[in-house]
């Protein structure tokens, strides 16, 4: 599935999405096995010009370690479903991972087929009775 498939998501589900707070790293032996076995993956889909830098490597490695414990947590208090992360610059500006990282990894993962990527969308509020212009959230 890719971000264009949108409407067969039931928006319940959206709604009731996780957000990614990219501050909660895993923490067990499975956790850091699996993280291992996600960049691999990733990472055969990755096309770069060169080698990351062994400091880059460290910030690659620690953006995956926080984006996947994120998903874990969602799939520990609900059966899996949906997380979330805005997409804009200015989300990030206080968040350990910056824009570009998260972009690229998140991209790579729904590449890989490991995630599902839903962009979000705006729902009317329900209309009453003298309101003239429609709300949004």
């Known amino acids: ?6 409407n067969h998501y039931e928006l319940n589900d959206l709604i009731d999405a996780r957000h990614m707070g990219l501050s909660c790293p895993p923490s067990s032996p499975q956790a850091h096995v699996l993280v291992d076995s996600i960049i691999q993956i990733i990472t055969k889909v990755e096309t770069r010009k060169r080698k990351r830098k062994k400091d880059t490597e460290a910030d690659f490695r620690s953006a ?8 874990l947590i969602r799939v520990e208090t609900k059966d899996a479903g949906w997380s979330y992360h805005q997409l804009s610059r200015s989300a990030f500006s206080d968040r350990p991972i910056g824009y570009k990282m998260f972009k690229s990894i998140i991209t790579m993962m729904e590449t890989s087929g490991l ?11 329900t209309m009453f009775e003298g309101v003239d212009i429609p709300s949004y959230h």
């Open 1 to 6: 599935m890719t971000s264009d498939t949108v």
């Open 64 to 71: 995956v370690e926080l984006m996947v414990g994120d998903l």
């Open 115 to 125: 995630v599902d990527v839903s962009l979000g969308l705006n729902v009317a509020a």
